[in-house]
């Protein structure tokens, strides 16, 4: 039948030393050799390779943080558009004047026109921005992607710089 050892500091109490000798020998926090991770070594072959990641050591601080508050840019392509018009017409999101379709991306969830997919339809797309290649392939397609103003001071800006070179 095995016996449990009984442990050493039930012992030794009422001494004062715990068996340790001299009462500064195993004083306070200092014998311990410091707090949390310390002693995982940093000088020669005493790193632990457990704390080493891929060229990454384990001491010091590493990369950036993101910042949480992006804003998430939805996009859709004029194929899309082009597929899912009669749809939206009939659920009245979007509109047709005379020959025009007139589709508000905005009211849609939608915030960027890209150019992917076959366009057969005449459309007036208002969205909050475009790529120049969505935008070239509606003006070959005769249809009009509407885009809001940019603030003056921005196109004076421009022409300024297009003057200088």
Known sequence: MATRKRKKNSRMRGSKT???GA????RGSGNRGGVGMAGTGKRADCKKPSFE???KGYFGKYG???RKNKKEIKIISLGEINKNIERW???KLA???GELFV???KKLGYHKVLSNGPLTRKMKIKADCA???AIEKAEEHDCIIELPKKPAKEEEEKKEKKQGE
Do not use: D
Request: zero cysteines; hydrophobic letters at 30%; proline letters at 0%.
């Open 89 to 91: 017409i009939s659920e």
């Open 64 to 66: 950036f943080k993101k």
């Open 103 to 105: 589709v508000e991306l």
């Open 23 to 26: 009462m500064k020998k195993h």
């Open 95 to 97: 509109t047709k004047e």
């Open 18 to 20: 715990h068996g340790w």
């Open 131 to 133: 790529s120049a290649n």
């Open 53 to 55: 990641k891929k060229g």
